[in-house]
């Protein structure tokens, strides 16, 4: 450790302090029995744990918080654990979305107004992940990420059933009488049974795997599975990284950059990732001044082939993923395609490329080689424009039905979701195979929060008819765990008087996904009428954070964060009130 560092340290504006100021921070820390000598200019690292019962996912994260501690001390540094919220997708309403920004700032506050030299961020969760790599890109101190890890594959009458995933099959198995209610209520035990996040690549893995192709996690990390020891074993070598990156000044900001950006859309499309890393990624990059924009997700993937087998898109789940070799062996396959910058720095301190030298994969049906590919390049997300989405929308491919990326349907138009959940088993729906579903007033300001509400169930009448998948557009987000041919973050949204908002039941809706288009064949004429007469629905929240929230947010293709909190606030020490 260099000794020169301890003056200077951030921390020690609080615990070197002289007088009456010093005195008051050391001796109230003390009453928790920590010994003189921890004041002494060591690194202080906080531990932000959003470890919740009210978030399952991330309920064992107390347990993963004491495995840093470990590292922490053994390294040299102090480590003091303190809670943060927990945006649990699964108990969460409206929608766990509508608090990623309230953590992001609680996160920033936070880190920013504690003695702290670096910190060491535990998520679980959805929302967790990009809200606690937000506010600690806004302070820019040094930071590891540890998320909390995947279930073990959930087993259901012999075969592997993956957490979310199954919901939807099971759903429409009841719905066609394949399932009786207590056949559902039995395999939902079978399907969450043990500790962790979702083990499909929904987002909470999705997320988990961007951190590391960030540069954020220590590699390897995402995918070990929540109860397996390994993931305490690296949890351990976060806390003791975390003190080196203090001495090194390995902030943030030095990790991510253009190329760590580039490098995880690119592995985004390689795993079969959630769509809601779009969100997630272009906000990140707002609070770090990198410009990433829509149209990056779209050419930078079209090269990429998706070569990890996992549900929804394919076969397996995240603990298969994790055996077979997990994200080093996709980043070192991917390097081999010259698809990723290779010398971009980590947390570990080296680069990309030498992260994953030693990378193997142990089954090449769970990740597949570029000559190979579960799936061949340009099945990745796509970025869509036309005059129903002049800001964008996404849809992703690997989901999709392929008979339906070129459609051309009527509309049956709902504006919300619970408007077409009322009706959605009425044997007199007035829908068919071809029909195109619209739910709008479910954007970032329309809900408000843009909750996973996409990919609604198809009509009863259709899946008693056989029919596996429709098109389906809408101005909010999908489940990562969820499949189908669905359109989502169109933007503007409708509440703001997007296009949208001004479609009627059977206009004509054209998707053309392979020219990237998601038009309404209607005249401009008509739709400039239209406009005219469009009112703009009444404030629902006048006060608190939700309206605080629909005032602030920025529209689904700025990533919906908060306009004020664009950029880094830096690190500085508050003035001292003692």
Request: with cysteine.
């Amino acid at each position: 450790m260099n000794d020169g560092n301890r003056t200077s340290r951030r921390s020690q504006a609080w615990f070197g302090a002289s007088g009456r100021g010093g005195m008051v921070y050391r001796s109230w820390m003390r009453n928790q029995g920590f010994g003189h000598e921890v004041f002494d200019g060591r690194p202080v690292i906080g531990i932000a744990t959003s470890a919740s019962e009210l978030a399952p996912c991330n309920a064992h994260l107390t347990r993963v918080a004491e495995a840093v501690k470990r590292g922490v001390w053994q390294a040299g540094g102090f480590p003091l654990q303190f809670p943060t919220m927990a945006t649990g997708e699964t108990l969460m309403r409206p929608t766990a979305m509508l608090y990623r920004n309230l953590m992001a700032m609680e996160v920033e506050e936070l880190i920013r107004a504690n003695p702290l030299d670096g910190v060491v961020l535990l998520s679980g969760c959805d929302k967790t992940t990009p809200a606690m790599l937000m506010g600690a890109a806004s302070v820019d101190l040094p930071s590891v990420m540890v998320t909390g890890g995947p279930m073990l594959n959930g087993k259901y009458r012999g075969k592997d059933v993956g957490s979310g995933t199954h919901v939807w099959k099971f759903e429409e198995d009841l719905k066609t009488g394949r399932m009786t209610e207590e056949e559902c209520f039995f395999a939902e035990g079978c399907m969450a049974r043990s500790n962790g996040h979702c083990m499909t690549m929904g987002t909470a893995s999705t997320m988990a795997c961007m951190a590391e192709a960030l540069g954020m996690q220590l590699p390897g990390s995402a995918a070990w599975p929540a109860v397996d020891s390994r993931r305490m074993e690296i949890a351990q070598s976060a806390g003791q990284r975390i003190v080196a990156m203090v001495e090194e000044e390995l902030r943030p900001s030095r990790i991510l950059t253009r190329e760590a950006f580039e490098n995880a859309i690119r592995v985004n499309a390689a795993i079969g990732g959630s769509t809601n890393a779009i969100i997630h990624l272009t906000a990140l990059a707002g609070r770090v001044g990198v410009d990433l924009g829509l149209e990056d997700f779209d050419e930078l993937v079209r090269a990429v082939p998706t070569l990890v087998n996992l549900m929804p898109s394919g076969t397996y789940l995240m603990e298969d993923f994790c055996y077979a070799g997990g994200l080093p062996a996709v980043m070192a396959e991917l390097l081999r395609g010259e698809l990723l910058h290779g010398e971009q720095i980590t947390v570990t301190g080296r680069g990309v490329a030498e992260n994953v030298a030693d990378a193997e994969n142990d089954n090449t049906d769970v990740i597949t080689g570029l000559d190979a590919p579960f799936q061949p390049a340009g099945t990745g997300t796509a970025v869509l424009r036309g005059n129903l989405c002049p800001d964008g929308a996404v849809i992703k491919q690997s989901a999709a039905s392929p008979h339906l990326l070129t459609h051309r349907g009527p509309a049956r138009v709902f504006d919300s979701p619970e408007a077409y959940h009322a009706v959605a088993d009425d044997p007199e729906l007035d829908v068919d195979e071809n029909t195109v579903i619209v739910i709008r007033n479910a954007g970032p300001r329309g809900y408000p929060g843009m909750p996973e509400v996409s990919n609604v169930p198809l009509p009863a009448k259709l899946l008693k008819a056989g029919v596996t998948d429709m098109v389906r557009v809408c101005d909010g987000r999908m489940s990562g765990t969820g499949y189908g041919t669905v359109v989502l973050h169109v933007a503007p949204e409708a509440a703001v008087g997007g296009p949208l908002a001004l479609v009627r039941d059977g206009d004509v809706v054209v998707l053309d996904v392979p020219n990237r288009t998601l038009d309404l064949d209607v005249d401009d004429a008509e739709l400039t009428r239209r406009r005219e007469a469009w009112k703009a629905p009444a404030e629902r929240h006048t006060s608190g954070y939700a309206w605080l929230y629909t005032q602030h947010v920025e529209q689904a293709d700025r990533g919906a964060d908060f306009g004020f909190l664009r950029g880094s606030r830096g690190h500085e020490v508050p003035r001292d009130s003692h």
